[in-house]
């Protein structure tokens, strides 16, 4: 998102535009008296946010339900010395599904601290999530937001461009993987398969005009909750034009919603 405040005029439009039920944000920039509740309110959603600072910051609006707000998963570390807790994670239920909002840690460069408070935030989420589905294998859980990794090569514009840096090295993908095999899948990719489909393009170097992405934003569904998907897609669209984030909305549908599913499964190469 980069910053709430900046964009509340355009996060308005994209929900009248778009009609999403839920909506998870991340890197709200916003502490909580300054997050603009009436964006959301005035179009009849409740919303969630969870502030510290200027910076980090997440938040859930929803029009079917807000129950069960949760700040923080068990077991997620801080930053800094002495540790620090960050605003990046808030869950609530929304209509019988626990929607997480996760800002994942960027890792900023190789063998700096916040990389490898990185790679500690991830595992802690995986030990959370596979916990929760040992308890209840029928859970429904959505973990949304920013993950700051490319798990595959193809989930970046060119992977020489990256040599050296973070998003894409094999602690992080590997970390990812353990997160996906403790039982959640990536609701998305299955309808937007192909190299080329990114999620995040940088504001440097005219980035979105030349193609230059990344796919670093997932939607992974626990096991009840993949079998409801009935559609996804990554509106490309709301990246363009002034004063839009460089990331681009990822939209899931599940069948029982209201609306027609965002798309229809596609074979990859097609």
Known sequence: MNSARARAERIGAW????????????????RDHQFPESVFTDRGYEVAHHGLSQWNGVAI??????????????GQPGFGEPEEA?????????GGVQVWSLYVPNGREIDHPHYFYKLRWLQALREAGAARLAEDP????????????????????????????THVTPPERAVFTELVEAGFTDAVR????????YTYWDYKGLAFPKRRGMRIDFVLASPALGARVSGAGIDREERKGK??????????GLDGA?????????ESGK
């Open 258 to 266: 209201s609306g027609e599913p965002v798309a229809k499964p596609k």
């Open 15 to 30: 929900l009248d535009r778009s009609d999403v039920d839920v909506l998870a944000m991340q890197e709200t920039k916003a």
């Open 190 to 197: 299955p309808y937007t398969p192909g190299p080329g489909v």
């Open 61 to 74: 609006a929803s029009r079917v339900g807000l129950e069960d707000v949760r700040i923080g998963f068990p």
């Open 86 to 94: 960050e605003a990046r994670a808030i869950a609530a239920t929304c």
């Open 243 to 252: 004063g839009a984030s460089d990331h681009a909305p990822v939209i899931v």
């Open 138 to 165: 029928d859970a429904r859980i959505a973990y949304v937001g920013d993950f700051n990794i490319a798990p595959e090569d193809e989930d970046v514009w060119d992977m020489d461009a990256f040599d050296g840096l």
